[in-house]
């Protein structure tokens, strides 16, 4: 009975002794790369051709140059006082009877929108209104606000002719960038409302410097108002439904440019301030997700703003060459962000959380 094993054994001590043998009878080369010969013209191999090895590149003195950033693109933003106003949409806070599911509705909810006077912040807020949802805009700019929510109640009204319950539209001012002035807006807003149910931080914006030249004053208040903004709206909200012990959304505005590096103005740091925005969301939510709080994300890509078609208007190039990159073949307009929002928000994705949806043309995915 024990041959079978006396052989077995044997068998092993032979393969390894064969094994052995192979391993050091054999020594493998050292990698390298030939070095170019003269019958390696680049000039003449359109494989090497396709690489700076050939004179001046496959595209001359275009090679690589959209996938660069250019330190000479610097985009004029105009003071604040003469930032174009964003119109209220048009036709999308109307009854209707098409059939959907009820989960989408906000209805009994107040939400909070951040930078809520112009720009997305002001059509998100319209779409969550339309939704059913009772909104407190937060703004630098305590009079644009002002004229915002009255804007949104009156559209409201003209598109439900006969309809006696308007939504409680209010506009408040706050610094998100200074815990004080955070904590007493959020004070007033529940004075007015009684409760937060929603939150969308959408109050930051951006500058085109390139690194070694961006004054780092204009940096820190850039990372202030995009990222401890975003903290500090989120921080104080999440208390409020913690001591409610009420489940809630939570709406990180973010942007593709936390993602991939946008070309050809130079951005560094608000690209680094929005993958901050984007992963704080992810943090948040496993941190809260025991308190049926629900963080995501959303990142827009190119969106036609007021501010936005201003700019490009005046710079039709990069406008083309924006465009060029998007697969799509065109930029969003804020209305793409209303059912991105809302989705986000309502009850349709209770099993949502730590998402980051990309809402950019399909630009992030090239």
């Given at each position: 009975?024990?041959?079978?094993?006396?052989?077995?054994?044997?068998r092993?001590?032979?393969?390894?002794?064969?094994?052995?043998?192979?391993?050091?009878?054999?020594?493998?080369?050292?990698?390298?790369?030939?070095?170019?010969?003269?019958?390696?013209?680049?000039?003449?191999?359109?494989?090497?051709?396709?690489?700076?090895?050939?004179?001046?590149?496959?595209?001359?003195?275009?090679?690589g140059?959209?996938?660069?950033?250019?330190?000479?693109?610097?985009?004029?933003?105009?003071?604040?006082?003469?930032?174009?106003?964003?119109?209220?949409?048009q036709?999308?806070?109307?009854?209707?009877?098409?059939?959907?599911?009820?989960?989408?509705?906000?209805?009994?909810?107040?939400?909070?929108?951040?930078?809520?006077?112009?720009?997305?912040?002001?059509?998100?807020?319209?779409?969550?209104?339309?939704?059913?949802?009772?909104?407190?805009?937060?703004?630098?700019?305590?009079?644009?606000?002002?004229?915002?929510?009255?804007?949104?109640?009156?559209?409201?009204?003209?598109?439900?002719?006969?309809?006696?319950?308007?939504?409680?539209?209010?506009?408040?001012?706050?610094?998100?960038?200074?815990?004080?002035?955070?904590?007493?807006?959020?004070a007033?807003?529940?004075?007015?409302?009684?409760?937060?149910?929603?939150?969308?931080?959408?109050?930051?914006?951006?500058?085109?410097?390139?690194?070694?030249?961006?004054?780092?004053?204009?940096?820190q208040?850039?990372?202030?108002?995009?990222?401890?903004?975003?903290?500090l709206?989120?921080?104080?909200?999440?208390?409020?439904?913690?001591?409610?012990?009420?489940?809630?959304?939570?709406?990180?505005?973010?942007?593709?440019?936390?993602?991939?590096?946008?070309?050809?103005?130079?951005?560094?740091?608000?690209?680094?301030?929005?993958?901050?925005?984007?992963?704080?969301?992810?943090?948040?939510?496993?941190?809260?997700?025991?308190?049926?709080?629900?963080?995501?994300?959303?990142?827009?890509?190119?969106?036609?703003?007021?501010?936005?078609?201003?700019?490009?208007?005046?710079?039709?190039?990069?406008?083309?060459?924006?465009t060029?990159?998007?697969?799509?073949?065109?930029m969003?307009?804020?209305?793409?962000?209303?059912?991105?929002?809302?989705?986000?928000?309502?009850?349709?994705?209770?099993?949502?959380?730590?998402?980051?949806?990309?809402?950019?043309?399909?630009?992030?995915?090239?």
């Open positions: 009975m024990f041959k079978p094993i006396a052989r077995t054994a044997t092993a001590l032979t393969l390894r002794s064969v094994a052995a043998t192979r391993t050091t009878s054999f020594v493998r080369p050292l990698s390298h790369t030939a070095a170019l010969s003269k019958k390696d013209d680049p000039t003449k191999d359109p494989l090497l051709a396709a690489t700076n090895k050939a004179p001046e590149g496959a595209s001359g003195e275009h090679e140059q959209f996938a660069r950033t250019d330190q000479s693109v610097h985009i004029e933003y105009p003071p604040d006082h003469e930032m174009p106003a964003q119109p209220v949409a036709g999308r806070g109307g009854m209707h009877f098409k059939r959907t599911l009820a989960q989408f509705s906000l209805e009994k909810k107040v939400s909070i929108v951040t930078g809520g006077a112009r720009g997305l912040g002001l059509v998100m807020g319209q779409g969550l209104v339309a939704s059913g949802s009772d909104l407190a805009i937060i703004d630098l700019n305590k009079d644009e606000a002002d004229t915002a929510a009255a804007s949104l109640v009156e559209q409201f009204r003209k598109e439900n002719p006969g309809l006696e319950d308007m939504p409680n539209v209010t506009a408040h001012y706050a610094d998100v960038a200074n815990p004080d002035s955070v904590n007493n807006a959020l007033e807003v529940l004075s007015k409302h009684g409760q937060i149910d929603n939150l969308v931080t959408s109050a930051g914006f951006t500058e085109n410097f390139d690194a070694i030249n961006y004054p780092f004053e204009r940096m208040k850039l990372w202030g108002v995009n990222v401890d903004g975003t903290y709206f989120a921080t104080g909200v999440a208390k409020h439904l913690m001591e409610r012990k009420a489940s809630g959304s939570i709406v990180m505005i973010g942007s593709m440019s936390g993602a991939i590096v946008n070309v050809p103005q130079p951005q560094a740091p608000y690209n680094a301030a929005k993958a901050a925005v984007r992963h704080l969301a992810a943090s948040l939510a496993v941190e809260w997700a025991g308190h049926d709080i629900r963080v995501n994300c959303i990142s827009p890509g190119y969106m036609l703003t007021a501010l936005t078609r201003k700019i490009l208007d005046e710079n039709p190039q990069l406008r083309d060459h924006w060029s990159l998007i697969p799509a073949g065109k969003g307009t804020p209305e793409d962000l209303m059912g991105a929002v809302t989705f986000l928000l309502s009850d349709a994705s209770k099993y949502i959380t730590g998402a980051d949806l990309r809402v950019d043309g399909g630009y992030t995915v090239t």
